[in-house]
């Protein structure tokens, strides 16, 4: 069964903080991972990651993703406030999306 | 930036009564989906839908779940007869992958229809 495992579940830090998440999965027909940040509502998309070893970088943000292995991280350096949020990593395995739980992450001044 | 859209935001109904979610995916895209996500749960597939059919739906999308694309615009999900099991945020998504190709983008969300089942 196609599966996406986030660690840690939850994760608190104080601002200026550097935190990794993590995601590993077993999927087949694997095309392609993303992350998304979870606030209120909708999940909004950070990245998509398709190549292993290859970074892909927004401002604070990274992720590097691992397809020998099986997993993928999320970097945030220098944590804000703002970062608060519920991090989802997701496979789509050509016909879906196959989501984690979710990384919730709290940041406080 | 475009958006998808889904009305409305928020919909309380009375179990056994029939609810329709709508969505406004992004005007190019090719492909539609319907995710729910109950409190606390993790996001899960429901349905998705390409060139007018469904191309695959999930164990949870059973014979009272329909969608459909009436008018080239609008993808709704109908839910024939509501069980409280129900109420979770519904979200719609699109994307504009083709089978042999991939973009930067990933897929959109549209901000959920929250469905409470009372």
């Known amino acids: 069964e196609d599966k996406v495992v986030q660690s840690p579940l939850s994760l608190v830090v104080h601002e200026g903080d550097t935190v990794t998440l993590n995601c590993s999965y077993e999927?087949?027909?694997?095309?392609?991972l993303l992350w998304y940040k979870q606030e209120k509502k909708a999940p909004t998309f950070l990245f998509m990651l398709?190549?292993?070893?290859i970074e892909k970088k927004s401002g604070r943000l990274s992720s590097i993703l691992d397809k020998k292995e099986l997993f993928s991280i999320l970097n945030i350096t220098a944590t804000q406030t703002g970062d608060s949020a519920v991090y989802l990593c997701a496979v789509d395995n050509t016909d879906k999306l196959i989501f984690g739980t979710g990384t919730r992450l709290q940041v406080f001044p | 930036e475009p958006e998808v859209t889904q009305t409305p935001s928020h919909q309380v109904t009375q179990m056994g009564q029939e609810v329709i979610l709508r969505c406004v995916p992004i005007s190019n895209h090719l492909y539609f989906y319907w995710y729910r996500q109950i409190l606390g749960q993790k996001v899960e597939f429901l349905v998705s839908f390409y060139n007018n059919e469904i191309s695959e739906k999930s164990e949870i999308f059973d014979d009272q779940f329909s969608v459909e694309r009436p008018d080239g615009s609008n993808f709704t999900l109908k839910i024939r007869s509501t069980k409280l099991e129900d109420s979770a945020m519904y979200f719609c998504?699109?994307?504009?992958?083709?089978?042999?190709?991939?973009?930067?983008?990933?897929?959109?969300f549209g901000s959920g229809t929250r469905l409470t089942v009372v």
């Open positions: 398709t190549s292993s070893g």
């Open positions: 999927v087949t027909n694997f095309r392609s």
């Open positions: 998504a699109s994307s504009e992958f083709l089978p042999q190709a991939l973009t930067n983008y990933g897929y959109t």
